[in-house]
């Protein structure tokens, strides 16, 4: 029997957008909210033309944000950089759906006083799978001065009814939402248990270390990260498509349908310490 194999690899994105050409077209796979709101939080979907220059300012003096992302740190001395980001892990994926924090404790910057409040960070819905019913929330960057308050709790809180809901309630029907970390970023473990993930284990070389981020690949033992979740022991393995490049583990979590309670969420959302 004769066959063939016609796939082709997506162009690499070479050169970064502007987003200044109208509106932003999200490209995701399943109905987009135009806002999820708390009494203390908005989440709306990130556009660069309005949250970029406001974020990339937010952590130009934080590179230690990234240090369990597998991207990044991005500055606001190179906006490219983050665009040509955006474009190719974000925009161009149709399982990602990025969302802008929005403190509405805070007093809105005199740049967008129509934002309702201050930009506290990003989170967002990634690996969307509507015929499997799951999605996975994560890619969370919150800003120092938002960090161990309200935002976090309020903003995964608001993810998760809204893809937990049935369609009549106003939400997706998905059946499982997962929290994924380095098994050594205990605080993102503890802060994905706090909101009612059950954990379910180490998947083991998930993924190769970026090419990008040379401070996860030639680690010397520093601060940076990801040490104890690399995998340097197979790095010389004889004929490795990524020669010198280690793996990393990862923890994974889940909230299940058959585990969600909308009240308890909603708990969690209103306590004030």
């Known amino acids: 029997m004769s066959y063939v194999n016609s796939y082709r690899a997506p162009p690499k994105i070479t050169e970064a957008p502007t987003y200044d050409g109208g509106p932003l077209d999200l490209n995701f796979c399943m109905p987009i909210p135009e806002v999820l709101e708390s009494e203390r939080v908005k989440l709306v979907p990130f556009v660069p033309a309005i949250f970029a220059t406001q974020h990339l300012t937010a952590v130009s003096d934080h590179p230690q944000l990234y240090d369990y992302h597998v991207y990044g740190p991005f500055h606001s001395s190179n906006p490219a950089e983050f665009y040509l980001w955006f474009e190719e892990r974000m925009r161009s994926d149709p399982a990602v759906l990025p969302f802008a924090i929005i403190d509405k404790t805070k007093p809105a910057p005199e740049t967008h006083p129509d934002q309702g409040g201050q930009l506290a960070g990003v989170l967002t819905y990634l690996r969307t799978e509507p015929q499997n019913l799951a999605t996975e929330i994560g890619h969370l960057i919150i800003f120092p001065p938002f960090q161990r308050t309200h935002v976090t709790t309020n903003a995964v809180g608001l993810l998760l009814i809204h893809a937990l809901e049935v369609p009549e309630k106003g939400g997706w029907g998905m059946r499982r939402v997962q929290w994924t970390a380095a098994p050594n970023n205990k605080p993102s473990i503890r802060a994905g248990e706090r909101m009612g993930f059950k954990w379910e284990g180490i998947l083991r070389n998930v993924r190769p270390m970026p090419g990008e981020r040379e401070d996860l690949r030639n680690y010397k033992g520093g601060p940076r990260g990801l040490k104890p979740s690399a995998r340097p022991a197979v790095m010389d393995k004889t004929g490795d498509p990524l020669p010198g490049i280690p793996s990393w583990d ?24």
Request: charge should be negative; proline fraction near 0%; include cysteine.
């Open 250 to 273: 990862t923890a994974f979590l889940s909230l299940c349908w058959d585990d969600y309670d909308k009240s308890e969420v909603e708990r969690l959302m209103a306590r004030t310490s």
